[in-house]
């Protein structure tokens, strides 16, 4: 039984052709770090470095490569934005869709002085704007929101929440771990300020390894959350004030580096339009499949144009982890079981405690997969 991988909110699966060449090239043939030599070889690493840069402000319509920070992932890009934002007496706004990327650093905030509210959101995950602009304060420093939920797949409306955020002079941070290489998004117009990525979803990079671009105001407002050895004014032990050293200490996941630059070159060439519209025509067939199928729930919405392809189902009257396991074991099909680290989103869907089965679909998703998906659904939700 061939294995069905049907897991891409989680990490995709195949990755982009040239990723493991690229990694294993820097491991074999490279082997330097960057900023702490000037023999060729490290300097091949540091354009690799700079072309990485480069190809995610192309793609995410930033004008700033120095602004474009390299972290070890989105959580990891997050957590730089709050802690290295927020002060005693600060509020923020999220929705009650986020990721625990965003809730429990919050929670963590809050023994400082910090606040928060949630925007409520509608029973299928969408953010209710005009309430959002009545939770604004005067002390609120920031909005941070999850562009599409890892449960329900709706797609927030990034461009209204971001003039919101301008007319009030909010900082907003756009949590892209679900839409980034799925969804186009355009910093500039969108009017974000920060935008955090993981190298290893939509992006279709290794593991351990992702992206956080910063506006230029924001990023001069930050103060860095690690601070250390950057290979460059090495003459003091204050950390420098530049970008992109300011928040990249350390000897960077060169391999990773690598493996992300050649991914997101992959990405680039094809256009992220092209992989949103493939994939909205594998929800297409997959919500017109499960149209037709009873006993089960879908927390979220049933128009594919208006979300990822993510979706969370419910089986009432059955063990939703008994329904993952035998998915795997009698189809071969791969899905995420739980509440996806979002009891939040769950609450708000109406599925918390006991979560659901989540089926998502990327890069190496075919039509014969969703058929496959549908027809082990219909057997299972029948018994």
């Not at 230029?216 to 950390?239: I, K």
């Not at 392809?309 to 009432?316: E, G, K, M, N």
């Not at 079981?337 to 006991?354: D, E, I, R, V, Y």
Request: with cysteine.
């Amino acid at each position: 039984m061939t294995p069905i991988y049907l897991d891409h909110a989680a990490t995709s699966f195949p990755k982009a052709p040239g990723t493991t060449e690229a990694m294993v090239h820097y491991l074999t043939q490279v082997g330097a770090s960057v900023n702490r030599g000037v023999y060729h070889s490290a300097q091949q690493a540091g354009l690799v470095c700079l072309s990485l840069r480069e190809t995610l402000c192309e793609l995410f319509h930033h004008d700033d490569p120095t602004c474009c920070l390299l972290t070890p992932g989105a959580t990891w890009g997050i957590n730089l934005v709050l802690r290295g934002l927020l002060k005693t007496g600060d509020h923020v706004l999220v929705s009650s869709m986020e990721h625990n990327a965003v809730m429990r650093p919050l929670r963590q905030l809050e023994a400082f002085g910090i606040t928060f509210d949630r925007i409520p959101c509608d029973g299928d995950g969408y953010l209710d704007l005009s309430a959002m602009e009545r939770l604004i304060r005067p002390n609120t420093r920031l909005v941070a929101i999850s562009h599409s939920s890892n449960v329900s797949g709706a797609v927030q409306d990034a461009a209204a929440i971001g003039r919101i955020c301008r007319a009030h002079g909010v900082y907003f941070l756009l949590d892209g771990a679900q839409t980034g290489g799925h969804w186009p998004i355009d910093m500039q117009a969108m009017g974000i300020s920060a935008l955090a990525l993981p190298g290893h979803k939509g992006l279709l990079g290794p593991q351990g390894i992702g992206a956080l671009l910063l506006s230029r105001s924001l990023a001069e407002t930050l103060s860095p959350v690690v601070t250390g050895g950057t290979g460059s004014a090495s003459h003091t032990e204050y950390q420098p004030d530049y970008l992109p050293d300011k928040f990249e200490p350390g000897t960077p996941n060169l391999p990773g580096i690598y493996g992300l630059e050649a991914a997101v070159r992959f990405v680039a060439s094809r256009g992220i339009e092209a992989f949103r519209k493939e994939e909205q025509e594998l929800s297409r067939r997959f919500l017109d499949g499960l149209k037709d199928i009873d006993r089960i729930h879908l927390a979220g919405p049933w128009d594919h144009r208006d979300r990822t392809a993510v979706f969370s189902l419910d089986f009432p009257g059955q063990d939703n982890a008994e329904i993952a396991w035998r998915l795997e074991t009698e189809f071969g099909i791969l899905t995420r079981c739980g509440l996806h680290c979002a009891p939040s989103a769950h609450k708000t869907l109406g599925t918390f405690p006991h979560g659901t089965v989540r089926f998502s679909f990327g890069f190496g998703t075919t039509e014969h997969h969703i058929d496959s998906a549908l027809e082990a659904i219909r057997i299972l939700s029948s018994d």
